[in-house]
Each structure stands twice: as C-alpha cells, then as structure tokens.
C-alpha cells in the first residue's frame, strides 16, 4: 500500500459520499444520512441512474472503480466514505484507496469475509500514515456483532477471557436483492471460523442445531454459516472459538433463484421482513452472556448503523487510526446506545443500554 501523509481533519459541515448511492442499500444510507442532517454527496458510477430515485438536494459525483484519480477527486472535501457497492471483493480496495487518498475515513457493509480480510490486511500502515479509519462490514453483518459482543465482553470482572463466541441469526424471510445475488456469483472463497484461536475453514456440517428466537421467528432449524463477523470480531477479541449459525429457512431463501427481492411496505422504503441477531458469549469460567437485536429488514437496519458510526467517526476529531474493527473504531456502547435511542433497534440482553 502507498502510504498518505497526514491531513488536516475535514470540518464540521464535510459532507459524507457514499458510493454506490443508487443501489437499494445506498439509497436507505443517503436518507439516512438526510434524516440525521448530515451533508451527502451520492458518487456513482452510472450518471443516469445517480439522477433518478434521489432526493434533489444531494450533490452527485461520478466515478469509475478504474480510475483512482476521478475517485479521490469524487470524495475529495468529504469527511467519510460509506462504500454499500458490492461485490466488495471488487469495489472494496479502489474505494478504500482513493478514500484515503482525499483525506477521509472509510467504512463499508460487506459481509463478505475476503473483503473484510484484504482490508484489514493491506489498509493498516496507509490508514495510521493518514491519521483516518478504514473500518470494514460495519453494516448488519459484521458490525452489529462486533459491537454487541464487544459491549458483553466489557461487562463483569473485566479479566475474564472468552472461550467462545455464537452468534445466532434468525430471518423470518430473506428476500435477496440483486446486490446480493451478483455477490453470491461472485463470492466464491472458502467460509472462516475462528477455531482453537486461529482463523480456519469451515468443516462440513456434522450435526443439526436449533435455536429459540422471540416471536415472530420462534425455534428455528440452523445451520452454521459464517459471514464477515467472523473476521470483525477475531480482529480483536481474544477468543477460542468463533461461529455464526444462520436459519436453515433463510439460506434456502437465498439459494432459490424464484425467491423475489424485497417490496417496500412502509414509507420509510422498508420490507416486511424480520429479524433478530443473537450474541452469546461462553466466559473462561462457564458463565454465560447474552444480548442481541430485533428489528426489520437487514438492509434498511444497516443505514441507522452505518451513518451513526460515520457520524462518531467525524465529530470524535483525535481517535485511534488504522484499519479496525467497528468496535475498535467507535465506542460501541455509545453506538448501541443511539441506535436505541432512534427506535432503529430493539437491543435486549446483559450489559446494554437501557
């Protein structure tokens, strides 16, 4: 990686680009942004498409993926990147790259774990020589169980290690947007776990699990089904074990080519679908603790998430660099804690805020 000199923290009113605007997540993450008042510049790749579907006052900027110098001068004056362009193995890097190269912090949503991994690789050194924040899958996937399972870590004796690490994700259906189902083509790379302390492939299914999830979803039929949480989390808690089961009835969802995209049933643009992610620590000593989320519809909930962390990213000024983790990069409570606040989350469970 090149490395980028140090550069002067963007003002107060810098706006936020997110790349990858007009795509169903980008879309919710620029009226997010709106929503909250904050500044946005929609970048893009497609200017006939950054023209429809957005709301006039949001500035446009176009830019190609191969070309580095119309990036930087696209997120040039903006204080952070939110890329939602996937597949991330493609767009996360050039974008990462030229976000630095203007002087911003950098956040993405994938949940794909070679992207996440690549950039936590590869983006360190460049991100601490530019004082900014490269931090991957801060969206659903990845973030929301960074943040929770870093929230339930520091609750208790504070000396305790953790010995595993579930996490549990129910969906009462998943209905794929066309983002996903190119990224599913796409991705292609062996799943991770985090086993006896090292990242290792996932081993072929030896047994059925269960797990009982609050009304609506009930008991639900899991498979294990790591995503980039696995990589977000294995970044900086000590852990033995790391795994993340999803509902058997969501994956078939996804894998059945008639299963339609997401329709809108509220203003707000959101679908009908529910969910509820599950974090469950196993202490050292046995004990247990648990805390998770309820809410609708996993792409819309990334926008609160991701404009929130954009927003404590900007207004923190002096805060640690270099590519982390979601929880490294903001204090997790006090995102837990807005997100709460917002109504864009039910958070139940130990040592979370009320």
């Given at each position: ?5 140090f550069t ?12 990858g ?11 997010e ?58 767009t996360?890097?050039p ?5 630095l ?8 949503v994938?949940?794909?774990q070679?992207?996440?991994q ?29 943040l ?10 504070p000396a ?13 259906r ?5 983002g ?36 609506p979803?009930?008991r ?11 990589i ?46 599950v974090?469950?620590l ?6 247990i ?22 927003r404590?990213?900007?207004?923190a000024?002096?805060?640690p ?16 804690a ?5 109504h ?11």
């Amino acid at each position: 990686m090149t490395q980028h000199a140090f550069t002067a923290q963007p003002p107060a009113s810098a706006p936020i680009a997110v790349y990858g605007a007009t795509g169903h997540t980008g879309r919710f993450v620029v009226r997010e942004a709106l929503r909250q008042g904050l500044p946005v510049v929609a970048v893009g790749r497609d200017a006939a498409r950054l023209e429809q579907g957005l709301p006039p006052e949001v500035e446009r900027r176009v830019a190609a993926l191969d070309d580095p110098e119309g990036l930087a001068r696209a997120f040039a004056g903006c204080a952070v990147v939110i890329n939602c362009a996937g597949p991330f193995l493609d767009t996360a890097v050039p974008v990462a790259r030229a976000a630095l190269r203007a002087g911003s912090h950098y956040l993405d949503v994938t949940a794909e774990q070679a992207s996440a991994q690549a950039l936590f690789a590869d983006f360190d050194a460049a991100a601490r020589a530019a004082g900014r924040v490269v931090t991957p899958a801060a969206g659903f996937y990845g973030g929301l169980a960074d943040l929770l399972a870093s929230a339930l870590a520091a609750a208790g004796a504070p000396a305790q290690a953790i010995d595993e690490i579930t996490v549990a994700i129910g969906l009462d259906r998943w209905w794929p947007t066309s983002g996903t189902r190119v990224t599913g083509e796409r991705n292609k790379v062996p799943r991770l776990v985090l086993r006896d302390g090292a990242l290792a492939p996932l081993l072929p299914q030896t047994e059925a699990r269960d797990w009982s999830f609050a009304a609506p979803l009930g008991r639900m039929d899991m498979v294990e089904l790591p995503f980039s949480e696995i990589i977000t989390l294995a970044r900086h808690l000590q852990a033995r074990s790391i795994r993340s089961l999803l509902n058997r009835s969501a994956l078939e969802d996804i894998r059945d080519s008639t299963t339609p995209p997401p329709a809108a049933v509220d203003a707000s643009g959101r679908s009908a679908q529910r969910f509820e992610l599950v974090l469950r620590l196993r202490m050292t000593d046995g004990s247990i603790r648990e805390a998770g989320v309820r809410g609708q519809d996993i792409y819309a909930v990334t926008a609160p998430i991701v404009v929130e962390a954009a927003r404590q990213l900007h207004a923190a000024g002096h805060q640690p660099s270099g590519a982390l983790a979601l929880a490294q990069a903001v204090p997790p409570a006090a995102l837990l804690a807005a997100l709460h606040r917002g109504h864009a989350l039910e958070l139940f469970g130990d040592a979370l805020p009320g």
